[in-house]
């Protein structure tokens, strides 16, 4: 019974794209939960997919030069907030590092969700889902809103005249009607520094 659960998985998992992620609960028509868990972790044991985090499973990419390539942490948080139906906006020095405004990967990336609050350890990094107001999850521009994260991450009167030119130059690759959008919602200070020109 347990082994047919496994093919079963493996079918389904093989019929997506290589790297597409996976939860226990996709193949929960397989069977009961422990016979799910039973079945994953066989498959992980013959090198068919990976365990990438508690309940998240990928069949990874194969690179010719550096074979296996998992996802990325951001592609784990997007598929946990689709799962959960969840809007989330990246937030503190992983929206800075989106924005090139730093080179180093944050090892905790924090993401305003309008879910439950919750940790999830991925490897040596976190994703953490924090729950906000739901001003804060009103942005529609996915540049202006990593652009309003990260001046708020350095602080009033902290930015560098660098920084800031990097985030004019960024933003004019968003949709005008979502920078205004975005830019009402703003604390003023971002506003004015965000609104004025060179």
Do not use: C
């Amino acid at each position: 019974m347990s082994n047919s659960i496994g093919i079963q998985i493996l079918d389904k998992i093989r019929k997506a794209k290589r790297g597409s992620l996976f939860f226990t609960e996709d193949f929960s028509l397989y069977g009961n939960h422990d016979a799910l868990r039973k079945a994953l972790e066989r498959l992980v044991k013959s090198g068919e997919i990976e365990r990438v985090a508690q309940g998240i499973y990928v069949r990874p990419v194969i690179d010719n030069y550096i074979g296996k390539v998992l996802p990325g942490i951001e592609d784990i948080a997007v598929a946990i907030a689709k799962r959960d139906r969840a809007t989330v906006v990246p937030t503190g020095s992983y929206a800075m590092y989106k924005m090139g405004l730093t080179t180093q990967v944050p090892l905790n990336i924090v993401f305003y969700s309008d879910t439950s609050a919750r940790k999830i350890k991925i490897g040596k990094q976190t994703i953490t889902f924090k729950k906000a107001s739901s001003k804060n999850l009103a942005f529609v521009g996915e540049i202006s809103t990593l652009a309003i994260q990260a001046l708020r991450t350095i602080g009033k009167d902290q930015a560098t005249a660098e920084e800031i030119k990097q985030i004019k130059n960024i933003l004019k690759n968003e949709n005008p009607k979502h920078l205004q959008h975005d830019l009402q919602l703003a604390p003023v200070w971002i506003r004015e520094l965000m609104a004025t020109d060179e």
